[in-house]
């Protein structure tokens, strides 16, 4: 795990399911930010362990922001389980998120505690990744490009229409990616930068992880992601290889909060309190996520 701080960073294809448990007077609504089956695996064991009935929705963590300012007023979900913790960190500024004390906060890492005290106790890190890019090494054979290695060679003209990364307002892997890039480079190299890797751009994707699961497919060379994504390609057997940047990265610390006004307060406590449970936590890697 990356240890320096990135200041600034928290240094974060919509599907929908329900999924049939137990007869129960309690329900869940959450809003999930990781990988959809993460998302689904996460429902369908919390439907188990408490038989609580659990409606889930997939989105980035920009989309599930967005939608928390809209339904401010109405509030439709109780929970918010995943993504970069930037976000959470924006709607426990305004007021979006409950604040609520685990009674497992103390048995955390010292920097998913930083993240529950620095909103005032409205989210908490569940998990943390290290940003960087990952590419098909069958395509970089068969364009015969040098392996790509650090940020500044993304920028290179051999690499034009061989890039893809997220759109920073739906993914908070985007953000987190600008935010990393103005931290490695200064404020005026890093927009310089920016604007030179937007020329190597094919598409910005919705999702953060979706284009290194384009790369594995091989419709494109190079996808700009957290690691754990990267990691998950290969994994899956598809032909990626992971890059930590040379210069250094960011990092997230993926987060968990209570949306403000839930419906259902109880049963979102229930489930904040058991994820954060080691147990639980470890059961990512069985839904191919690698995050720490």
Request: aromatic letters at 10%; charged letters at 20%.
């Amino acid at each position: 795990m990356i240890k320096r701080a990135i200041l600034g960073v928290g240094i974060l294809a919509a599907g929908m399911w329900s999924t049939p448990s137990p007869a129960s007077a309690e329900s869940l609504t959450v809003y999930c930010g990781v990988d959809e089956v993460w998302c689904q695996q996460t429902a369908r064991a919390f439907e188990e362990k408490t038989g609580i009935t659990v409606d889930m929705t997939r989105k980035s963590a920009g989309e599930i922001y967005a939608q928390l300012r809209a339904e401010a007023a109405n509030p439709k979900g109780d929970i918010w389980w995943g993504g970069t913790g930037d976000p959470h960190l924006q709607a426990a500024e305004e007021g979006l998120t409950e604040e609520y004390k685990s009674p497992l906060l103390d048995q955390l890492q010292p920097w998913a505690i930083k993240q529950a005290e620095t909103s005032g106790h409205r989210t908490v890190g569940i998990y943390s990744g290290a940003l960087g890019f990952g590419y098909n090494k069958d395509l970089l054979a068969k364009y015969n490009l040098p392996e790509p290695k650090c940020w500044a060679d993304l920028t290179k003209p051999e690499y034009k229409g061989h890039i893809q990364v997220a759109n920073p307002n739906s993914s908070g892997t985007a953000y987190n990616m600008l935010a990393t890039i103005v931290q490695v480079f200064g404020e005026d190299k890093g927009f310089e930068y920016l604007k030179a890797l937007h020329k190597n751009v094919n598409q910005y994707t919705k999702s953060g992880s979706a284009p290194i699961k384009a790369a594995g497919l091989g419709e494109t060379m190079i996808g700009i992601v957290f690691i754990h994504d990267a990691v998950s390609q290969v994994v899956a057997g598809f032909p990626i290889v992971p890059v930590t940047p040379c210069e250094g990265t960011g990092y997230e610390i993926g987060s968990e909060s209570i949306i403000k006004g839930a419906r259902n307060m109880e049963a979102a406590k229930k489930f904040y309190d058991w994820a954060l449970e080691a147990d639980v936590q470890s059961t990512a890697q069985d839904a191919g996520s690698f995050q720490v």
